[in-house]
């Protein structure tokens, strides 16, 4: 495959990462800039203070569905392990860094979701399953969804995932982690929360 293949499709997992599902739902149906409105994060949780719980589903399906497809392409041009491994990271960096909205995004959980159950289900699913334990122990949502998502890569790694795809769930766990900091940090000191 030509060199400027792979970074077309990287891009294009970028600019499918830049359609903000929340932020043009929430200006379509109220005419509001969900900047302005919670957290000022595009992402499903913060569509739900505006259009509430139909808004969240409508967004995080959305989310879910441009990692799917950023990956579909990827994978449909039999890309070597590094573009997909670029295509998760780039969705994910589009999703929280949209450049048309001056890179004020969400944060990243749906659509790095999407392109990771496209590439493998299997990692997906275990993630997931492996929030959810997580909750169960520890009864702190966002922290045990940080802590599985940053486990990603290890899962890829007891499933024979090449190195690259484990350095891209590394990359995408590490950026989910970063743009949740001020979740995770509200989290460790609910006190400090209004």
């Not at 995080?60 to 990956?71: E, H, N, Q, S, T």
Request: charged share 10%; with cysteine; hydrophobic share 55%.
């Amino acid at each position: 495959m030509l060199i400027l293949t792979q970074i077309t499709i990287i891009f294009i997992a970028y600019l499918l990462g830049c359609i903000a599902v929340g932020y043009y739902l929430v200006r379509w149906r109220t005419g509001r800039d969900l900047h302005e409105i919670g957290s000022g994060a595009t992402g499903g949780r913060n569509t739900a203070r505006a259009l509430g719980k139909t808004g969240a589903i409508v967004t995080a399906v959305g989310d879910v569905l441009k990692g799917v497809i950023a990956m579909w392409i990827a994978l449909w041009f039999n890309s070597a392990p590094w573009v997909v491994a670029f295509v998760m990271v780039a969705v994910l960096l589009g999703h929280i860094y949209p450049v048309q909205l001056k890179f004020k995004g969400g944060k990243g959980l749906s659509a790095a979701f999407g392109a990771v159950l496209a590439y493998d289900y299997r990692i997906a699913l275990l993630t997931a399953l492996l929030a959810g334990l997580f909750s169960l122990v520890s009864r702190r949502v966002t922290l045990s969804f940080m802590a599985a998502v940053f486990c990603a890569w290890l899962i890829g790694l007891y499933l024979g995932a090449s190195w690259e795809i484990v350095a891209g769930l590394f990359a995408c766990g590490a950026i989910i982690v970063f743009a949740h900091r001020q979740n995770v940090k509200e989290s460790l000191n609910p006190e400090t929360t209004t």
